[in-house]
């Protein structure tokens, strides 16, 4: 896993000014996936499933025990025939289609070359089932995971309004658990490491590697929320509210200075710098 990915989570929690626009704004894709079609969809017996699929408002993604997993981000969605029909973004824009099948859900991934107007052509069709319950193996291994992809999307929406601090107030609404409005250590950690578990989908990874990803990030995690709560906590409650989340971060201080200030030499200044950014890359390199 790149480092990019998998710090995506700190990255969410400190661009809280504002993340840019995404290449198609939300209101583009209407009301999203069918709320329906939504939610946990499983392959095979509910006792032990072969594949999951997480369907949100404009994602999905698929987990299987042995194939690599796959996750879409929808730019665009528009129906046809009965289907609901997702495109991803880059170059290959992958394609998912979904729909209703009584109280299933078929889905179909055609390949990049097939034209619209033949869709799904002799794609393969995919039957999946709700399940009253997953196993809960299974639910401990993708449960944070679901939940960061939905909150996602509240975050990028949030993030992407342009207005003052709806981006911090999005992370903390995204992330309270306690409710309390303030994020502890623990709250924070668990962004992480559905971050992590999102990076880890998107990579490719089999359902395994997914764990063993999880698994081997949970230190990471919890030593980047450690040093996230260190450097924005600044009550020292032990706890991040919007407004911590947010200082500096929604617009410059007012900060006239003073002509009584004189410059002095910054070499000091330069060579602690060094030594912060060599700990922040030394703390980044943990898996």
Known sequence: MSRSRHWLGAALLLACAALPAQAQAPSDLGQGVPEALRGAWFAGACTDPEAMLLVTARAAARVEAEAPSRLFRFRQLRGAAGWTIGTGGGAEAPRLMLRSAGAELETAEPEAK????????????????????????????????????????????????????????????QADVSGDGVLTVAEVARL?????????????????????????????????????????????????????????????ATAPGTAAGRPLRLDGVAEGAGMLRGLMEGLSNLR
């Open 114 to 173: 097939l034209r619209d107007d033949r869709l799904p052509g002799e794609t393969e069709l995919a039957q999946w089932r709700r399940c009253p319950a997953p196993p809960v193996a299974l639910a401990a291994l993708h449960g944070e995971g679901a939940a960061f992809l939905a909150a996602l999307e509240h975050l990028e929406a949030g993030c992407g309004s342009g207005t003052p601090g709806a981006c911090a107030a999005a992370i903390v609404a």
């Open 192 to 252: 992480l490491r559905g971050a992590a578990w999102l990076a880890a989908v998107e990579a490719g990874a089999t359902q395994d590697a997914v764990a063993i990803s999880l698994g081997a990030g949970s230190l990471a995690g919890i030593l980047s929320a450690r040093l996230l709560m260190e450097s924005l906590d600044y009550d020292g409650d032990g706890r991040i509210s919007a407004g911590e989340l947010a200082q500096d971060r929604v617009g410059f």
